[in-house]
């Protein structure tokens, strides 16, 4: 059953509202490249965070550095530079200015 022409201008009229007046007005400013680069940015804080949370859990668990390292590619000392006493006990979390509530909907505008 498909939609009749009165409903389809109703939606249209609708959306073109949606548009003018609820759009994030950031998402018609913002080139595309920028959101995705964005995006990315976000996704890799939120990985080096959960690396962050697997190390300092690991660490608890008596894990050594050196087998740290070698599960992160990098040696003992640099596991321990980047992840040790007062870096890995604190949260590496997403930079203020990429944080997005859960009411912002930019994120429609780049949904891959």
Known sequence: MGWTSGEIEERADE????F????????????VAELLLERAARA?????QAVADAV??????????????AILGIDALDARRTYGPGIAGESIGIPAELEVSAEDDS????DL
């Open 20 to 31: 003018e007046n609820e759009f994030p007005e950031r998402a018609r400013e913002v080139p």
């Open 15 to 18: 959306l073109a509202d949606w």
């Open 44 to 48: 890799r804080a939120q990985c080096e």
């Open 107 to 110: 994120g429609l505008a780049i």
């Open 56 to 69: 300092r859990s690991a660490l608890a668990a008596g894990m050594p550095w050196s087998r740290v390292g």
